[in-house]
Each structure stands twice: as C-alpha cells, then as structure tokens.
C-alpha cells in the first residue's frame, strides 16, 4: 500500500473494460482526469458474461478487504447477449439469468460499505456488418445482433432501477451520434492475414502493427547495419503486403470512449452523492503553492503546476471543460 490514501475507483467487467486503457479509451480517460485524485484499478476479463463474473465476484470484492472501493463501475452484458452456440459452449447467457446474476452483483456490491457508489454500463450497440465480415473466420457462428444488445440494455437498466443503482445506457448514447457505426469503433489487426513471424510479434506485444512499424523504423536509424534490419523490413511491409485493419464492430475506438467517459462523468457529476465524486470536486493531492513552481510573469508569484495539469486534462482527450 502506498500513500497518501486515495479514493479507489475500480472498473469490473469483460473486454470492454480489458481494453479500456488502450486506443484513447474511456479507462485511460478516467484515469487520466483522476490522476492526484483517486486510483483507478482495472479488473476487466475479456471474453466474460454475467456467469463467470459470479464465479470470481468475492475474490475481486472481498468483503473483510481493509479498504473498500469509492466507486464501481460494471459492465457485463454484451457478450451474455450472444445467441446461443449449438453445442452450447459460448458466452450466452440466458436473459432471465443474466438479470439475476447482475441483482447478486449489485446486492453484494452495496453491502461492501455504505461509502461504495455503483455504477453500471448497459451492452451497447454493435455493427453487424462488421461482425459478419472480420469475425466470421475467427470463431465458430454464435450471433450478436443489435436487437439482442437492447434487451438485455433493458434488463440492466431495469436491475439499475430495482437495486438504486447508477445505470448508464451506453445501447443509446452511442447511437445519438449520426456515423456511431462507422467511427465508434476501433482497428484491429487482422492477424490471420499476417506472416507467421509477424504475429507471433504482434501477440506478444500485445500491440497494433502501426507500433510495431513505428519501434523498427527506431531500431533501423539506430543500427544501420544491424542483420536484424531483415526481419524489421519483413514487419514494416506486412500492413500492405500480408496485413490488413478492420473495425470489429464491438470494440470502442477513441471516439466512442468519448462517448462512454462523458456519460459516466456526468452520472458522477449529477449524482446526490455525499461525497460527490466527480472529479472537479475531489481535492487534487499536494496541490499547495510551492517556492519550486515555475515563477510566473511578474516574477514573484509561481505558478501552481498541480492545479494547471489537473485543469487542462480534458483538452488532451477532446473533451468539453464541462464534463
């Protein structure tokens, strides 16, 4: 444990929350805008439903844990929406069960303290379309459409009502943007188009081709004549030659992690919570004025660093001052 102490916001759900730190995602977002303020701590689990998430649900909230979480953030439901396989393997899960699955997740949430604020992130909408073209040869057929997403939105939102829970319907915030299909969603990288040597990279630096390029483009200016170029020419070609980005249809590119972040912040904003937990509001840590700021223009003032970096958080994600 590190101090000084902080408000603890954990993020609990499946890939949408996994991936949340990556592609200028709504996790990094937060993290960002609390940074000097409270911990954000991921707990995301790609590929989970409902179900599974029971299964590990005192493990990742034990209720004896000396310090309890501020705020929860959970989003289960996308994957639980899948129609189901049918050799019944897959993340299906049953409409009536997902609900009571996430009323045990709620219920053990708020006992956790009387302090710990929930709040939970409806399935948002996806583009079939894409699903049908890149993921088709990726996995077995197990549908997720549009329509199966609202229900069990619904039934989230419905849970969100009974249990006096904070819900944020993500199935239609993203659709208010008129191009949510085609810009709410992020590039992947085919990797079954990919050379062998290539992918094996790719998987395991868990990165986009577009970085891999980026690290051999260093390594060639900085080794010349290195016999390695060989290799570093074979990844620098393979996003023409054997490679190709796609949008998943599922996953959140930087601008509907846009969406998703403004949506949460203004539930923490609104919120009748004691305290509030919108980020304007908590206290930035060691924000005193300080002798060692940057002086400022008159020469015997300085400036407060802490508060200008904290202030100027949004703008670095294209957000509104107001959120």
Request: aromatic share 8%; net charge negative.
């Amino acid at each position: 444990m590190v101090g000084p102490v902080r408000p603890q916001f954990v993020i609990f759900g499946s890939s949408i929350v996994q991936f949340s730190y990556s592609h200028g995602g709504w996790g990094a977002i937060l993290a960002d805008l609390y940074a000097r303020k409270a911990d954000v701590l991921l707990r995301g689990y790609a590929g989970w439903n409902s179900r599974r998430a029971l299964q590990v649900l005192e493990q990742v909230f034990p209720k004896d844990a000396t310090t309890q979480p501020s705020l929860v953030i959970v989003y289960f439901g996308g994957n639980d929406s899948m129609h189901p396989h049918p050799s019944g393997l897959g993340a299906h899960v049953p409409l009536n069960e997902y609900v009571e699955n996430m009323r045990k997740i709620a219920k053990h949430l708020k006992s956790l303290s009387e302090k710990t604020r929930v709040i939970f992130l409806t399935a948002p909408p996806v583009n079939e379309e894409q699903i049908r073209e890149n993921l088709s040869d990726q996995t077995s057929p197990q549908k997720r459409t549009n329509e199966s997403c609202k229900i069990y939105s619904d039934a989230c939102l419905e849970v969100c009502r009974e249990f006096d829970v904070k819900g944020v319907d993500l199935w239609t915030s993203i659709q208010k943007r008129k191009d949510w299909s085609t810009t709410c969603f992020r590039n992947q990288t085919h990797l079954q188009l990919l050379r062998p040597s290539v992918v094996s990279i790719v998987s395991v630096c868990n990165c986009s081709i577009v970085s891999i390029v980026s690290v051999c483009n260093s390594w060639k200016m900085n080794h010349p004549d290195n016999h390695a170029n060989a290799n570093v020419n074979l990844v620098e070609n393979v996003e023409n030659d054997h490679g190709t980005l796609w949008k998943d249809g599922i996953h959140f590119s930087s601008e509907g992690s846009k969406i998703v972040a403004e949506e949460i912040l203004k539930v923490l904003r609104e919120a009748d919570w004691e305290p509030c937990l919108h980020w304007k509001s908590l206290p930035t840590e060691f924000s005193e004025d300080s002798p060692y700021d940057p002086p400022g223009a008159d020469g015997t003032t300085t400036v407060n660093i802490a508060e200008q970096s904290v202030a100027a958080s949004p703008m670095k994600w294209g957000l509104s001052n107001e959120i």
